[in-house]
C-alpha cells in the first residue's frame, strides 16, 4: 500500500513528466518538419527541434493533441516509475534524461525512421558516466554492454546484407542497442532484443492483418521499450519466459 507521503513524490515526478513528454512530442514533431524541409540530421538540427519543442509556442502539428497526450502519459509513467524504483536519488536525476532521450528516439523514428547521433550517442555517454559515478551497473559491464550491443547488431545486419542483398536495420539501430546496453549491460542485451523482436513482429502483424507480414517497419521503439521493461522488471521478465 503506498502511503500519502511517499504517493505525493511520485505524483509531482508523474506530473513533470507529463509536461516533458508532451514537450517530447512538439520536439519530435519539430525535428520531422525540420528533416522533411532538408535540413541536416546533425546535432544542429536537434537543438533547433528541441528549442521549438520546449518553447511556450511550439507546435506539435498535425494530430498534436493526441501525440502530446499519448507521450505525456509514457513520460509520467516512467518517471512515477522511477521514482518509486530509486526515489529522488542521483539515479533517479540520470535515469530521469535518459527516459526522455528514448522517447524523442522512439518518437523520431516512428516519424522518420531515423535515429539521430545526437540522441543515441548521448544516452550511451550517460549510462557509462551513470556506471563510472557508481550509481548503477559496474563501469566494466556496462562497457561490455555497450560492445556486445554494437558488434552483435551490426554483424547481424552486415551478414543479413550479405544474403539477402539489401539492409535489414539501420546504423542508428545498432547505436541505440549499445546505449541501452550501457544501461543493462551485456547480461540482459538478449532479453532486451527478445521483447523488441516481439514487439516488432506483433505491431506488423496488427498493420498489415496478416501471420507473416512483409516490408519494414522502425525497430528503435521496440528496442526502447525492451530497455525499459528489462531495466525495470529484469526478474519479472525473465521469469516471462521461463
Not at 57 to 73: D, E, T
Not at 160 to 167: I, K
Not at 170 to 190: C, E, I, P, R, S
Amino acid at each position: 500500500m503506498i502511503t500519502a507521503p511517499c504517493a505525493l513524490p511520485a505524483i509531482a515526478a508523474g506530473s513533470a513528466g507529463f509536461v516533458l513528454g508532451a514537450a517530447c512530442a512538439r520536439a519530435v514533431a519539430a525535428y520531422a518538419r525540420l528533416v522533411d524541409g532538408g535540413h541536416d540530421i546533425d546535432g544542429p538540427t536537434l537543438l533547433r527541434a528541441l528549442r521549438a519543442g520546449f518553447g511556450v509556442a511550439g507546435q506539435a502539428g498535425r494530430h498534436g493533441g493526441p501525440a502530446m497526450l499519448c507521450c505525456g502519459l509514457v513520460m509520467a509513467a516512467a518517471w512515477a516509475g522511477l521514482y518509486c524504483h530509486a526515489g529522488f536519488s542521483p539515479a533517479f536525476w540520470a535515469l530521469a534524461p535518459a527516459a526522455a532521450m528514448l522517447l524523442l528516439l522512439a518518437g523520431i523514428d516512428m516519424r522518420t525512421s531515423l535515429l539521430p547521433d545526437a540522441l543515441t550517442l548521448p544516452l550511451m555517454w550517460l549510462g557509462l558516466l551513470a556506471s563510472w559515478a557508481g550509481l548503477g551497473l559496474p563501469l566494466h559491464d556496462a562497457l561490455a554492454g555497450a560492445a556486445c550491443g554494437f558488434l552483435f547488431l551490426s554483424v547481424l545486419a552486415h551478414g543479413f546484407h550479405r544474403l539477402r542483398g539489401r539492409p535489414a536495420m539501420g546504423g542508428g539501430d545498432v547505436k541505440l542497442l549499445a546505449a541501452l546496453g550501457a544501461w543493462t549491460g551485456w547480461q540482459d542485451l538478449a532479453w532486451v532484443l527478445l521483447i523488441a523482436s516481439c514487439l516488432g513482429i506483433a505491431y506488423a502483424m496488427l498493420r498489415q492483418r496478416r501471420l507473416l507480414p512483409r516490408g519494414a517497419y522502425p525497430f528503435g521503439p521496440c528496442l526502447a521499450a525492451g530497455g525499459v521493461a528489462v531495466f525495470m522488471q529484469g526478474t519479472a521478465v525473465h521469469s516471462w519466459f521461463s
